[in-house]
């Protein structure tokens, strides 16, 4: 069983950056890809990045490539750096975990069978 606590949104202004992290409590977390999603009010649940178990393999969304960074230690914890946002990336955001072994870590939602409760960003000023 994988449980995954997402934090650090909030309520930032157009242009500032933040920084996301997502704690998972699992044995291995090595045996993971991870990625994170988001959801504003009104739409589908979109993929933003995602990054393999070895870090090797960091795909992104083309909304946020270029602005968003995504790292992972391997002690226990993902992160997602964003910068220069603004009020598209409104939305609750969601860390998620799949545990199969693939060339590049997918970008869609329900390819992952672990999820985070989620936090919300809000960008505005």
């Known amino acids: 069983q994988v449980q995954l606590v997402e934090s650090g949104g909030g309520l930032v202004q157009p242009g500032d950056s933040l920084t996301l992290s997502c704690v998972a409590s699992?044995?291995?977390?090595?045996?993971?890809?991870m990625a994170w999603f988001r959801q504003a009010p009104g739409k589908e649940r979109e993929f933003v990045a995602a990054?393999?178990?070895?870090?090797?393999?960091t795909p992104f969304a083309d909304s946020v490539k270029g602005r968003f960074g995504i790292s992972r230690d391997y002690e226990k914890t993902m992160y997602l750096e964003m910068h220069r946002m603004n009020a598209e990336d409104t939305a609750t955001y969601y860390c998620?975990?799949?545990?199969?072994?693939?060339?590049?870590?997918?970008?869609?939602?329900?390819?992952?069978?672990?999820w985070g409760q989620g936090t919300q960003v809000t960008v505005s000023s």
């Open positions: 699992v044995r291995t977390f090595t045996i993971y890809d």
């Open positions: 998620a975990a799949d545990g199969r072994a693939v060339p590049t870590p997918y970008r869609v939602a329900s390819e992952y069978s672990y």
């Open positions: 990054i393999s178990r070895t870090g090797d393999s």
